[in-house]
Each structure stands twice: as C-alpha cells, then as structure tokens.
C-alpha cells in the first residue's frame, strides 16, 4: 500500500491566486512527521515546511502552510499568492517512529505534483 | 546559507563500471542520507549513515551500493557495477541528528547518473 499519496500529477494556478496541493498518508505509528519539498526544473530539493502528528497548530512558514487533518490523514499544502517562480515539482514526505528516536529514520515520498503558475 | 553539494551534476558511464557520487554534507551535521529518483518516479531512500556507519538501509541498497565517509567533510556512494537501471537521479541529504522531532533533512541539487 502506498504510504504518502499525492492524487494530483498536475495542478495549474494564476499568479496572485492561493492554490492547494493534496497529500494523504497512511501510518500505524501514532507518532510521526510529515514533510513538503520543492523541486524546481533545476533539480535540487527544497524543503518547504514541516508537520508534526502532535502538533496541536497547522504548520505556516511564510505564503506556505499546512492543512493537516489527522483524523483524515490529511495533510495538503496551501500556497498563497502564488508567484511564478512557484513552478516546480512539489512532494509530500513522511517519516514515522518521531517520538522513539526516529527523527533521523528515513523519508517516505509521494510521487509529486507539478505545479505551474499562469502569468 | 550552508548546502548539501553534490558533484558531478551529471555522470555517463557504461554498464559494468564503478561509479563514484560524491557529497558534501552541511557542515554541522551528522546524519547523512542517500536517495535517488528514477525518471518520472518517486523519491526513494537508499541508505542512512551516522558515526560511520549505516544506520538504515532499503532493498534497493544490495551488495552493488557502499557508502564511506573518507575523510571529515565528503561522504560517498559506490555503486560496483552499474546496472542499466541504476539510471538515475542521486540525491545526498543531511541533518543534525537532533533527537527533537523536527529534524530537517537538507538535499543537494542531486547527480543525474547516465549508465549506457
């Protein structure tokens, strides 16, 4: 079964305008982190914002923020005001074991969306 | 800002020979991480390295994959004899090694690997 599902291949959005981007995940372990990147055409891995399971407080660092849904498994990522420099490949990430040392345990991925901003 | 740095960007080789992919890790850093991306698929975690030696590694990583840490700053990995589908985006990562939850693994801009 698929740990972190990313439904949408592709999204488009008009600059200025917010934009969400999906990501569901399914883990047994109550305690865990979830985890956006960013990878634009020029490849590298850019980390945008993370999760925790027992944060109480969606995640926000600048014009990105998290929609987390527990219950749902749900964890989508909102771009406001999108810009065009926005554009790139966006993937949602896991790590579980967070509470029992895992912090450092690896990442499990979703496949991405590709995010293009219309000028 | 401190970054992962990866080199070559971009390496051919043939089928059946070594291939070294080097990383320079964030300084500060103890964990380091390697991953690749198979055209059009996903991420995928290779192999975890702390204190020198592996701290977690995945299927992919079979008895063709090594990884070392030669000296204090570069960490590597080895594949013996390439396969053609060892074709491939390599991506090497870091973080601190905080036992704190939000422990920020950092990726360099990854080596795509050619094997003809």
């Known amino acids: 079964a698929q740990k972190i599902t990313q439904t949408q291949p592709g999204m488009f959005v008009q600059e200025k305008e917010a934009v969400t981007l999906d990501c569901t995940y399914d883990t047994s372990d109550p305690s865990y982190g979830l985890f956006w990147y960013k990878q634009p055409s020029s490849g590298e891995m850019i980390f945008l914002i993370y999760q925790g399971s027992y944060d ?50 690896k990442l499990t991925f979703g496949k991405g969306t590709l995010l293009t901003v219309n000028p | ?45 290779l192999v975890s390295f ?16 090594s990884v070392e840490r030669p000296d204090g700053s570069n960490f590597t990995l080895k594949i013996r004899s390439t396969k053609l589908e060892d074709s491939a985006m390599y991506f090497c990562a870091s973080s601190k090694g905080q036992l704190i939850a939000k422990n920020i693994q950092y990726f360099g801009a990854g080596t795509r690997l050619s094997v003809l």
């Open chain 2, 50 to 65: 702390y204190n020198n030696e592996i701290s977690e590694k995945s299927e992919i990583f079979d008895d063709q994959f």
């Open chain 1, 56 to 105: 109480q407080q969606n995640a926000t660092e600048g014009r990105y923020s998290l929609n987390f849904q527990k219950a749902r498994k749900s964890a989508n990522l909102v771009i406001s005001a999108s810009q065009l420099g926005d554009s790139a490949m966006y993937f949602c990430a896991m790590r579980e074991g967070e509470s029992s040392g895992g912090s450092n345990y």
């Open chain 2, 1 to 45: 800002e401190p970054e992962v740095t990866q080199t070559p960007s971009h390496q051919v080789t043939q089928m059946g020979q070594e291939v070294i992919l080097r990383c320079v890790p964030i300084s500060n850093h103890l964990y380091f991480y390697w991953y690749r991306q198979i055209l059009g698929q996903k991420v995928e975690f």
